[in-house]
């Protein structure tokens, strides 16, 4: 069995989802075929649901119809016969008809999450439709049947596997399967999701799950780059990487990869494929365990970080300090990126601001706190850097002119990060991509 999961964009037009089909009938391995939404449905589904929230059904309705009017178009040319159109027609109204029903009645985060889940179960719909009318030997999985987080959102890849494995033995004929990707459900086995960009967690959960040879994570480039190639010009694409120097990346800010898809890949040990959907003859990047070399591989940078500083006289020698901060944290099951300590302060990050005011209300017992919003934290990442000679000098020869407010080395052999004032983030990493790349 392997997994090939395809992103927005990799569907996002009538024939991509032609090309997909050619991709995914090219061997005679078994598969299953992750999809996310057309690209675009997601954002237009947030913004409908948004503006429910606040009440306005006006905009609400006009983003509806717009969205609506994207899909008809997109079907007249996704299947050619007149029943198969017909069938598409029913699909489009079958969930439009659902996202008008969210017009009448009051919203909640329950049916938030619904609307959001609109995107892949169409996206899959439609497709499943295209193999029927190509006459393509497929199963249509859906993945509210086996997809499940836990009540602290996390993916409960035990339950996953189970019910998986219950739904694929229904097929034993089938070679291939097509499944939503982003989508679960949760605790209170309300349709819920892996959060945005969430489909490739849900391909590397599955290839987890079912023990598969490879995870193929299709997409619009041909594999992790060296660099943000939205920001810098010139990058180039990384042959192999470690799970490793993956998930530093994926988690620090490189789009190509969910921040935590890899870890289901590297506990079931199933190698990573990035490959390119327009330019599948494309080597891409290889995830697994070795790393191919030692030395830096890439940066990537992560935005929205919270500088948080603490200052405490108090705090000169006593034991137990750092704990007491650090369960102030854990009490609002808020994550820490960053943490650098002096003899009076220690200054920390996070991404997370849901529950700040608590968080900073409580720190003020242990002394002043100061906040820096709008920070960038830059990750310098590759296997065993933090024994690379001349490194340090380098990069820090390589920073010149950068207000560099945080720095950690050595949490990680793989990562040496940074954290700037977002404005200077652009810089940054051009700077770096010449220092370190030798590319401008
Ligand atoms: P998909 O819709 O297929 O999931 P994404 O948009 O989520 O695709 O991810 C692919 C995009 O990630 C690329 O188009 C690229 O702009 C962006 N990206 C950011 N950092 C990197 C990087 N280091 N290497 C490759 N792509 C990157
Ligand atoms: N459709 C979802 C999103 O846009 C999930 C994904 O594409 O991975 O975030
Ligand atoms: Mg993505």
Known sequence: MKVMKFGGTSVGKPERMHEVSKLITKDEESKIVVLSALSGTTN??????????????????????????????????????????????????EHFEFL???????????????????????????????????????????????MRIDEHDEPALDTIKTLLEQTLKQYPDKKIFITQGYICRNAKSEVDNLKRGGSDYSASLIAAATNSTVCE????IDGMHNNDPRIVNKTRPIEQLSFDEAAELAYFGAKILHPTCIWPAQLAKVPVKLLNTMQPEAAGTTIQEEASSDGVKAVAAKD??????????????????????FEVFEKYRTSIDMVTTSEVAVSLTIDNDAYLSQIVEELKTFGTVEIDNDQTIVSIVGNEITETEDLLENLFETLKGIPVRMVNYGGSRHNISILIPKAFKEQTLQQLNKGLFGLE
């Not at 503006?51 to 119809?65: F, G, H, M, Q, V």
């Not at 999450?113 to 029927?132: H, R, V, Y």
């Not at 994570?217 to 619009?220: E, F, K, R, S």
């Open 304 to 325: 929205g970080i919270i500088a948080i500083k603490i200052k405490s006289s108090r705090m000169l020698l006593a034991y137990g300090f750092l704990r007491k901060i």
């Open 44 to 93: 237009s589904l947030v913004a409908i649901s948004d503006a429910l929230s606040k009440n306005d059904k006006k905009a609400a309705k006009e983003k509806i119809d717009t969205l609506e009017g994207h899909y008809h178009n997109f079907i007249k040319e996704l299947v050619t016969g007149d029943a198969a159109y017909a069938k598409a027609k029913t699909i489009v109204a």
């Open 217 to 220: 994570i299709w997409t619009d």
């Open 100 to 146: 008008n029903i969210t017009l009448k009645i009051s919203h909640n985060e329950a049916l938030y999450k619904d609307i959001l889940a609109q995107g892949e179960l169409l996206s899959t719909k439609l497709f499943c439709l295209f193999l029927e009318e190509a006459g393509i030997d497929h199963q249509y999985l859906a993945a509210l049947d086996f």
